[in-house]
């Protein structure tokens, strides 16, 4: 079954891929980019192609659809986003195939000095013989997750094929804006309709994901005095050297993603912007427990409160705004999902492996709002940057693991 997948799989993710879809979290629509709509709009046409029921964009901009039940059991939801990462450049993705693998080192035709290295990157190592897929070496790839997306909708075409294939109902979500916190709204849980669901946003093969960060973004503002430089002496309040000074005032030694791991929280500056008159820092607030994320909000906080306490003429803020949650705090109540995942891991002689996701997933918001969600594999690696790539032979593994696990579910539920 797994290589009859390949080149379906393959030809979608290529398609996909090429789509610019990229979030923007200073957009205020849904989804808050425009160009999100050309691939929901793409895969509500597919869905409807391959005879998918009930197919509708929403006004939030969620693409919906049933795959209709062969057999009683829970109806199970089938999740992935659209979008791609705004932290690297996304725009004229041009995904290419390495086909047969030989080991060695990956070289990109659009930046010679980039490398994808087996030996800096073991699990590379492992896939010699497949056919692996990258962007040029310009732009992240995009299977984050257009790879996930490929491989509901592989399994949804196959399932509607063969109606022979026990499965209870199946709703299908594809979401905007999950890289910027925002792929789940409000009226998510109910349209979606499903007793627990799936997203399909994970990496290795094999990994079963029920815990992941819970996550607050703040937004620091800082108002200087502003005068001319001429004239400034006693009288300007620089607002660039304020929050400077609000940077380096934060334990960069023990606090920041890049000397952070395992179970390890961090506090984040992913964007300073403005002038010596005012300025704005963006940052985010990650850690697997409550406690721990409230302490980092008031350090952050207490941080302002001292830089502004020394320069008394500037005006600093700090808001902070909840993200979401860990998913592990409902997921342990009800491990029903997660079981039955393992289960079609085991049964096709995979080991599953659950570790704590340094990030989020629509999951999170979703099982917070009461649908229980895990999130699953699909091969993609290094996320989020030029050296992301993806095996083809995961993916039809994944897929195939995909049936699997929704016929478990209807087995479970006679």
């Known amino acids: ?49 391959i005879g998918a029921a009930d197919v509708t964009l929403t006004d939030y901009g969620v693409v919906l659809a049933t795959i209709p039940g062969t057999a009683p059991g829970p109806t199970v939801g089938l999740l992935a986003h659209v979008d791609t990462a705004p932290q690297f450049n996304a725009t004229g993705v041009k995904p290419r195939v390495v086909r047969g693998y030989n080991g060695g080192e990956i070289t990109f035709p659009d930046d010679p000095a980039l490398v994808l290295s087996p030996t800096e990157f073991p699990y590379l190592a492992e896939k010699v013989g497949h056919d692996i897929v990258t962007a040029s070496g310009t732009t992240l790839l995009g299977a984050d997750d257009k790879a996930g ?9 196959h399932m509607l094929e063969h109606p022979e294939i026990p499965h209870g109902p199946v709703r299908i979500a594809f979401t ?29 093969v094999g990994e079963i994901e029920y815990e992941s960060f819970s996550a607050d973004a703040a937004e620091i503002t800082v108002a200087g005095v502003s005068i001319h430089p001429g004239q ?12 400077s000074k609000i940077i380096a005032t934060l334990p960069q030694a023990t606090m920041t993603p890049e000397v952070t791991d395992a179970r390890e929280g961090f506090i984040h500056a992913t964007e300073m912007v403005g002038g010596s008159s005012a300025m704005k820092i963006k940052l985010i607030i990650r850690d697997f427990e409550l406690d721990g994320l409230a302490a980092k909000g008031a350090l952050l906080k207490q941080v302002c409160e001292t830089v502004q306490a020394g320069e ?9 705004r909840p993200q979401y949650r860990n998913m592990r705090y409902w997921l342990e109540n009800d491990m029903t999902p997660v079981e039955l995942a393992r289960d079609a891991a085991r049964e096709m002689g995979m080991e599953p492996v659950s570790v704590p996701i340094r990030g989020g997933t629509d999951g999170s918001r979703l099982t917070e709002m009461g649908v229980p969600t895990p999130n699953l594999f699909t091969g993609m ?27 478990k579910a209807a087995e479970a539920g006679r």
């Open 1 to 49: 079954m797994e290589n009859g997948f390949n080149q379906e799989l393959e030809e979608r993710l290529v398609r996909y891929a090429a789509i610019d879809s990229q979030s923007d979290d200073e957009g205020a629509g849904a989804p808050s980019t425009a160009i999100q709509l050309d691939i929901l709009r793409l895969l509500e046409t597919e869905l409807k192609a």
């Open 149 to 157: 997306v490929a491989i509901i909708m592989t399994a949804a075409r």
């Open 176 to 204: 905007p804006d999950e890289e910027i916190g925002r792929g789940v709204t409000s009226q998510l849980p109910k349209d979606l309709g499903a007793d627990f669901a799936y997203t399909f946003d994970g990496g290795a």
């Open 232 to 243: 400034a002496k006693g009288k300007m309040v620089n607002a660039i050297h304020l929050a």
């Open 312 to 320: 008394p003429r500037a005006q600093i803020a700090c808001a902070i």
């Open 381 to 407: 690696q290094n996320i989020h940057g030029p050296l992301e790539w993806i095996s083809v032979q995961d993916m039809a593994q994944t897929t195939e693991f995909c049936l699997t696990l929704l016929q």
